[in-house]
Each structure stands twice: as structure tokens, then as C-alpha cells.
């Protein structure tokens, strides 16, 4: 499975952006799909995930009431909307597959290349 993230740009804060994460091949129904975002000197962190068989997600505190994750299953895709942006939020963000609802980035072991989002003031 290739992971392919794109949506990222250069909105105000406030605004809103989604993320799109398309996936080719075949998605197991075990599979976990997540989203997680590196800002310049930071670690990884976890932003958000959902299971691909079923409607069970779950979000980063920093995600919570302003992020939500969606997949589309006849399109192979998982999506990211973004509400409510603030500065901090700048970061690439990256989607991962991995098959434990986790929101560890070791527990993924496939990840798309990632895309810039940068939220400005």
C-alpha cells in the first residue's frame, strides 16, 4: 500500500483546510488509518485516526472540536478538515497505516510523504 497525503498550503488563522490522504491498493479492514503532523524541531505527534472497517476514531487533544477525520472508502481515501486553524498548527502533516488503534508512530509502518500546512497570524 502507497499513502499519497496532499491539501496543505498557506491559509490565515481562523481558516479552514482539508487534507486528503489517498491510498492505492488494497486496504485491509484491520487497517488504521492516522494522521500525524512534525512541526520544524518537533517530534511526530498524533493528530488524529480512524479505523478503515468502521466509524471509530479518535483525536489528539490539540484536534479536539476542530479536526475531523473521515474515510471514504469507495475512493480509498481518508480525510482531514481543519477548522479553526491556529498558528500552532503549522507542521507537515503525514498519513500513516498501521493495524492498532494507536497513536504511537512506531505502531505505523506505512506512511505517505507528507504535506506542508503553515498557518499564519
Known amino acids: 500500500v502507497q499513502l499519497q497525503a496532499c491539501g496543505g498550503g498557506l491559509v490565515q488563522a481562523r481558516e479552514s483546510l482539508r487534507l486528503s490522504c489517498a491510498a492505492s491498493?488494497?486496504?485491509?479492514?484491520?487497517?488504521?488509518i492516522a494522521w500525524f503532523r512534525q512541526a520544524p524541531g518537533k517530534e511526530r505527534e498524533f493528530v488524529a485516526l480512524?479505523?478503515?472497517?468502521?466509524?471509530?476514531?479518535l483525536y489528539a487533544d490539540s484536534a479536539k472540536g476542530r479536526f475531523t477525520i473521515s474515510r471514504d472508502r469507495a475512493e480509498n481515501t481518508v480525510n482531514l478538515q481543519m477548522n479553526s486553524l491556529k498558528v500552532e498548527d503549522t507542521a507537515v502533516y503525514y498519513c500513516?497505516?498501521?493495524?492498532?488503534?494507536?497513536?504511537?508512530?512506531?505502531?505505523?509502518?506505512?506512511w505517505g510523504q507528507g504535506t506542508l500546512v503553515t498557518v499564519s497570524s
Open positions: 500513516a497505516r498501521g493495524s492498532q488503534f494507536s497513536s504511537q508512530v512506531s505502531d505505523y509502518n506505512y
Open positions: 491498493g488494497r486496504i485491509y479492514s484491520s487497517a488504521v
Open positions: 480512524t479505523r478503515w472497517s468502521r466509524d471509530s476514531t
